[in-house]
Every structure is written in C-alpha cells, then in structure tokens.
C-alpha cells in the first residue's frame, strides 16, 4: 500500500512564498514521475510540475519562473517551491506519483489528499 501525505499549504499574501512537501511511503519500488496539481473552485484540475526519475521537468506556463519542483529520491519526496505567489494561485495543490507495480509490471497513479494554498492579502 502506497500512501502520498502532503503538507506545507497555508494563508500567504501575494508576493510571498511557500514550500510545500510530498512523503511517499508503504511499498515502493520504482517511482516514474512525481508532480503537483492544483484544483480550483470552478476550474479543473490542472498540471502545476512534474519531475521525472531521469530528471527532466515540465511546469505550466502560469507558473513558470515562479515555481521550482525538485525531489529527494532517498527521502521518496517531493517539494514544489512556489515564489511570487498570484491570488490566482490559490487551489488545493495535489501531489501524484506514478510508481512501479512488481506484479503487473505497469506504473500505478497514486494521489495524495491535497493541500490548501491560499493567496490573499
């Protein structure tokens, strides 16, 4: 059983910065990709940044420049450093993992509860 436990979220007024951090833990084997979402009120859910094993990235562009994603495989974790926070970047932020199924071979999707950002002044 994988679990993906978020934290990190919060209240912060625009211009400021946050850190938010994602464990995963239980059995994991190999991990493919590890990334954020973030869903907002009326808006489906969207792709913040992910990062793969190989090390290669790839953020949306509303975040571009603002946001850094990096991951300690040794720790299973991945943190998403977000500067010059926008009111638009207020979301629950999702972290997902994409990790190796020994039985079937495939990658399972795994998700955790999501984290509250909130961007105000």
């Known amino acids: 059983q994988v679990q993906l436990v978020e934290s990190g979220g919060g209240l912060v007024q625009p211009g400021g910065s946050l850190r938010l951090s994602c464990v995963a833990s239980g059995s994991i084997s190999s991990t493919r990709v590890m990334g954020w979402y973030r869903h907002a009120p009326g808006k489906q859910r969207e792709l913040v940044a992910h990062l793969t094993s190989g090390g290669r990235t790839n953020y949306a562009d509303s975040v571009k420049g603002r946001f850094t994603i990096s991951r300690d495989n040794g720790k299973n974790t991945v943190y998403l450093q977000m500067n010059s926070l926008k009111v638009e970047d207020t979301a629950v932020y999702f972290c997902?993992?994409?990790?190796?199924?020994w039985g079937t071979g495939k990658y399972d999707d795994y998700w955790g509860q999501g984290t509250q950002v909130t961007v105000s002044s």
């Open positions: 997902n993992a994409e990790i190796l199924n």
